[in-house]
């Protein structure tokens, strides 16, 4: 059985965000391990323009932008969301990117690495609802960063090596689940 494939996947595309830095970290630390592959996938090279299309549950996509994304989330048997929280939420950017698919999603495996006042920890908690109704999994492990602990002068991002453990044991989760859920795609295909 191959390794699974695992997309980090940047959820804010604000100019100057710190989430560029954030997932550039989790991605140099994930890429270490030899029982995954690690992809590094940035909204922003996407250019999803607000939801336009009609029938995402059944793959019916009318624009290249969505048949370019869905292919690339296709080919992926996890995703570690790395999300800032905007009003206790994702981003609508993420939120965004998330509803334009649906079956790309169903029975894979999620993580999250969150950033914030409150470690992003609200914006995480709204965003599990969502992957429930996605039939995605989502690991117990979340690793969280605050701009008061973790950035220096609230951009320059400095995280404390207590976080490495943290990200090793959420990964250890999600290459399990995102293996044993490949399993579950392969039965409801039959």
Do not use: C
């Not at 250890?172 to 399993?183: E, H, M, P, Y």
């Amino acid at each position: 059985m191959t390794s699974p494939k695992i997309a980090i996947i940047m959820g804010s595309t604000r100019p100057g965000r710190n989430g560029e830095a954030v997932a550039k970290w989790v991605y140099d630390h994930a890429s270490k391990r030899a029982d995954a592959s690690f992809e590094l996938l940035d909204l922003h090279d996407y250019h999803l323009p607000l939801f336009d299309e009609g029938l995402p549950a059944f793959r019916q996509y009318q624009h290249d932008h969505t048949r370019t994304w869905s292919e690339k989330i296709d080919g992926f048997d996890g995703y570690v969301f790395v999300t800032p929280e905007y009003n206790h939420g994702v981003p609508g950017a993420l939120k965004n990117a998330i509803d334009y698919l649906y079956q790309e999603w169903n029975n894979k495996a999620a993580a999250f690495v969150s950033y914030g006042h409150e470690g992003g920890a609200r914006a995480v908690e709204h965003f599990r609802a969502t992957m429930v109704e996605l039939q995605i999994a989502t690991v117990r492990g979340q690793v969280m960063f605050r701009f008061e602990t973790d950035f220096e002068n609230w951009t320059n991002f400095r995280p404390s090596s207590r976080h490495e453990e943290a990200l090793a044991g959420q990964l250890d989760q999600l290459v399990t689940w995102s293996r044993a859920l490949r399993t579950v795609r392969d039965q409801s295909v039959q």
